[in-house]
């Protein structure tokens, strides 16, 4: 192993570099992961512009949460784990990739304290190295379902058909939910929103948002407010507009996760939401038994999300693949490939 690597950290505003770093030493309670792919979340794009987490640091911030790999190193109190798994890493618990010491843009990852189905999680050889990376997006997804506790003969509506958005209608599937409609501006994502499941989509540039809820939903009528019959509303784009739309024409009791992050405050009719006993609840991250379903699911392979991955880049062109991830509406998911 050589004794330098190549790391991608951010230095400020809209600075992000590949820098040469040491490799990293596993120790008694840690371990070692070679890094076959990560992908380049949303999240990341929001650091570089804002400099760090919330804003520049004084010290570079490595990037790379999204990462699927291979144990190269076990420390000697490691016991569940061994040289050869092959594995995913919850990055919440050192917050890998999100303001710790470690990122998971580099060919090697050090997980400090090392525990199996807690940070570490093995992986069925069948699932390629990509797909498995998928695994801590797709986790954010279902916890917002889960967050919208929603039932099989639920009507939901998703805005947004990103990554997140998508893997929201992967959860909403999961959970038996088959009446979706997925709202986005970019057909393409529409597109790729009906072969995950959505049964209706929407492109509000063009199309009438109201009328086609209405439609494909119910009426009903509350105090004479005309109101569509959808149980639950999905936020995964952070726009104000269908967000505030969808609070007037919403019927009583529908239910409300924000899962997407929205960079300026949003007015909502309070009014509604009173009237309406509207429930709205924000969704981060997800609890270790949501990441482990996620990889039962691609395991079972019953859901083919291989068309969430858009564009794939070595880490030496690292550069092209964030320019490439900024431009979301040709971009999904950019997946960089490590090489040693």
């Not at 797709?138 to 998508?166: M, T, W, Y």
């Not at 948002?209 to 439609?215: D, E, L, P």
């Amino acid at each position: 192993m050589s004794q330098t690597m190549q790391q991608v950290r951010l230095h400020g505003v809209q600075d992000v570099r590949l820098d040469q770093v040491a490799v990293p030493s596993a120790g008694p309670r840690d371990v070692l992961v070679k890094i076959d792919v990560c992908g380049i979340c949303g999240s990341d794009l929001g650091y570089v512009a804002k400099g760090g987490l919330m804003g520049p640091t004084s010290e570079p911030f490595p990037l790379g949460h999204e990462m699927s790999g291979v144990l190269t190193a076990v420390g000697a109190e490691v016991s569940d784990l061994s040289i050869g798994m092959r594995v995913v890493v919850n990055p919440d618990d050192n917050m890998i990739g999100n303001g710790g010491a470690e990122g998971a843009f580099a060919p090697y990852l050090l997980v400090r304290n090392a525990k199996r189905d807690f940070n570490i999680y093995p992986i069925p050889g069948h699932i390629p190295p990509a797909i498995a990376a998928l695994t801590e997006p797709l986790a954010v997804a279902l916890h917002g379902v889960n967050r919208a506790e929603v039932q099989p003969h639920h009507k939901a509506v998703v805005f947004g058909a990103g990554s997140i958005g998508l893997g929201v209608i992967v959860g909403l599937r999961q959970r038996g939910v088959t009446d979706i409609i997925s709202v986005d501006m970019v057909d393409s994502r529409l597109q790729l929103a009906r072969q995950l499941g959505a049964k209706t989509t929407i492109n509000p540039s063009r199309e009438d948002f109201g009328a086609i809820v209405a439609r494909e939903h119910g009426t009903s009528q509350m105090f004479g407010w005309p109101m569509v019959n959808t149980d639950v509303f999905i936020d995964a784009a952070g726009a104000a507009a269908p967000l505030q739309q969808a609070v007037t024409m919403c019927r009583s009791g529908a239910r409300f996760v924000i899962v997407a992050v929205h960079k300026q405050p949003v007015p909502l009719d309070l009014v509604m939401v009173m009237a309406k006993e509207l429930v709205i609840t924000g969704s981060i991250a997800y609890p270790r038994d949501e990441f482990s379903e996620v990889i039962a699911m691609l395991s079972a392979g019953k859901v083919d999300v291989s068309a969430m991955i858009s564009h794939r880049f070595p880490l030496s062109e690292f550069p092209q693949a964030f320019k490439t991830a900024q431009d979301t509406a040709h971009a999904l998911k950019v997946m960089v490939e490590m090489t040693t």
